[in-house]
């Protein structure tokens, strides 16, 4: 065997390097060169070889036993090789044919690093999921489906959108290597952040031991990244929250975030107040739990789609929202949707079947979000008034000062911005390392610490009761991990809190809005009430009840059908019952307007006057 390589291997070499030189790809490996062993197995010395009025090659030497090319010309291992692609480190190449049928080619650089490393099922679709390394010289993820490897002009515009570069004029040669390579490994695919199994999924990260995780989703850049350690973190924004109430509940909403998976609901706090109260630094603060608050704190000035889109991509963390002033109507609407977790049912078209109901968007979240005026102040400058489930779910806590001074408020606006986005992770790594602790127990024992003080409470109070005692579970585990110093008081303020709350929410919203329309109708009483005492009155449509110059009698359909606009008085009734402000017995009456006789509730003045100075 000889020791010589002929003027056209040494040429189709030299070309190869060459091009891998003049694209000067990020982590480029030369190829390397050896020749076959004589049998005294001594190697020969490459680089005293040449060719006519050129300087000595500088090749690598390898050892026998490495890829040896078909033509016996060996060359460094590719990552994969097809007789006409072959993928390196550096890149991907594809063989050019020559006109010369001598040569058997050459092989050009037609694109960057490029490789199939798994196989999922996503969404009932067979999927795809690829690595390569993107324009900037970083390594990206993207997953296709296998149908967009019929077209091969849609594949390539779809990678290049995704930041591969590639010679569009090889997209087929790209198309029939994904085509025919069949990776082995079953990946688990996701287009959320968050908890998956017993791993938390980041954009860039997975933290856990299940490495089949990959993320393929589309949060906005810069969202979730890190600077400084979680020791610069705890000293320098967590301490300065310290022993202020709202600063301390704020991380502790961040932290409870990462427990969604614990519990089956979301829900969100909305701290309101004039502008100089700087709530916006409680959104700094907590967000720096999970990335730079600049980057991570959305605006309420978004569509309903928008929305949609934020709470998906804030799935098992926290989701900020500031200046609910700027949300229009549509906004408002989406308060429902983004704390219940599930976005619009959406129609698909299908060859098959037609017209077929795409899986709507799930999600779970905690929201915290900061603005002047209340959520339901807000609603009702739309004309809107809030359902009770959509009021408990965002319960409105209104802030005095919440910083000591406006040097206290700078000096965390200005660290959370240099030190974020690593409490998560130290909080998710706790978890895992002591998935011993059983956060549902504790979650129970501190709902029923937070409602044992209470003989009986409304059904909403009972739900923000659920709220509160996560909140402190968050906290204690925080705490105990050492992310938070252990000057934090979780048990005191969650408790606190809640019974601020109650205080000006005693009773639910349905029944305050049930005793509040009958107060205007009092007050208004020659429109909603006839007179009893006189024998002709102009009838009016919106009558609800019997005035006789000293108490007011509520007719039941009227009163059901004018001034709650429902069809039976029942449940209204039961209210007003329980609040003693009706009797449960009607009595007899006669209009000498109408000369009828008739059957009334007699309203309580003196009860009723007590819920109208408590709403006062």
């Not at 129609?347 to 915290?368: C, D, R």
Request: proline share 3%.
């Amino acid at each position: 065997m000889t020791n010589k390589l002929n003027d056209n291997q040494i040429s189709a070499l030299q070309s190869l390097n060459q091009q891998i030189a003049d694209n000067n790809t990020p982590n480029t490996e030369p190829v390397e060169i050896c020749e076959p062993m004589s049998n005294s197995d001594k190697a020969v010395d490459t680089n005293a070889l040449t060719t006519p009025n050129e300087s000595p090659i500088k090749l690598k030497l390898v050892e026998r036993d490495e890829y040896t090319q078909c033509n016996e010309i060996p060359i460094s291992k590719p990552v994969c090789d097809f007789e006409w692609l072959r993928v390196y480190k550096s890149g991907l190449f594809a063989l050019v044919a020559s006109k010369d049928e001598k040569d058997n080619g050459k092989f050009k650089h037609i694109g960057n690093y490029i490789m199939p490393v798994g196989k999922t099922v996503f969404n009932g679709i067979s999927c795809l999921l690829l690595e390569f390394i993107n324009n900037s010289g970083k390594q990206s993820n993207i997953m296709i489906e296998r149908g967009d490897l019929a077209d091969h002009r849609g594949l390539a515009k779809k990678l290049l959108n995704a930041g591969y570069n590639l010679d569009i004029y090889y997209s087929k040669q790209l198309q029939g290597f994904l085509n025919q390579f069949q990776p082995d490994s079953e990946v688990i695919a996701t287009t959320q952040i968050g908890w998956v199994n017993d791993s938390y999924v980041l954009p860039d990260l997975i933290i856990g031991d299940n490495k089949n995780i990959r993320y393929y989703g589309s949060v906005v850049d810069g969202k979730f990244t890190r600077n400084g350690t979680l020791e610069q973190w705890r000293d320098n924004v967590a301490s300065h929250c310290g022993g202020y109430e709202m600063l301390e509940l704020g991380l502790y909403s961040g932290f409870a975030s990462l427990l969604m998976p614990f519990v089956d609901f979301g829900f969100g706090l909305h701290f309101h107040g004039n502008s100089s109260k700087g709530k916006t630094t409680i959104l700094r603060a907590a967000s720096s739990i999970f990335g730079k608050p600049k980057e991570y704190i959305n605006k309420w000035n978004a569509t309903h789609n928008g929305m949609e889109f934020i709470g998906y991509n804030s799935n098992h963390a926290l989701c900020a929202l500031d200046e609910v002033n700027e949300a229009g109507r549509s906004t408002l609407d989406s308060i429902y949707m983004l704390i219940d977790g599930r976005g619009k049912s959406r129609a698909i078209s299908s060859k098959i079947n037609g017209v077929e109901q795409a899986k709507s968007k799930t999600w779970q979240t905690v929201v915290l979000s900061t603005g002047e005026v209340s959520i339901e102040d807000l609603a009702l400058q739309y004309g809107k008034n809030l359902k009770a489930g959509e009021s408990v779910r965002m319960i409105d806590i209104e802030v005095n000062q919440i910083c000591k001074d406006k040097a206290h408020a700078d000096t965390l606006i200005e660290n959370s911005a240099k030190y974020y986005g690593v409490a998560c992770i130290a909080f998710v790594e706790y978890l895992q390392a002591h998935n011993s602790i059983d956060i549902v127990s504790m979650y129970k024992q501190y709902y029923r610490e937070i409602i044992a003080p209470f003989n009986e409470l409304h059904s909403q109070a009972s739900r923000v009761a659920k709220y509160f005692a996560l909140l402190r579970v968050a906290g204690d585990i925080a705490v105990q991990a050492e992310i938070l110093p252990n000057t934090f008081k979780p048990q005191y303020y969650t408790n606190n809190l809640f019974n601020s709350w109650l205080q000006a929410n005693s009773m639910d919203k349905e029944t305050k809005e049930i005793i509040n329309a009958l107060i205007l109708a009092v007050d208004d009483y020659t429109n909603w009430f006839s007179d009893s005492n006189l024998d002709y009155e102009v009838r009016i449509p919106n009558k609800i009840g019997i005035h006789d110059g000293y108490n007011y009698f509520l007719i039941s359909t009227l009163t059901a059908n004018k001034l709650y606009k429902v069809k039976h008085f029942a449940k209204h009734r039961d209210v007003l019952i329980r609040a003693e402000i009706i009797p449960k017995d009607r009595q007899s009456l006669r209009d000498k307007a109408t000369k009828n006789p008739l059957k009334g509730y007699k309203i309580n003045q003196d009860n009723l006057n007590k819920f109208r100075s408590n709403d006062e």
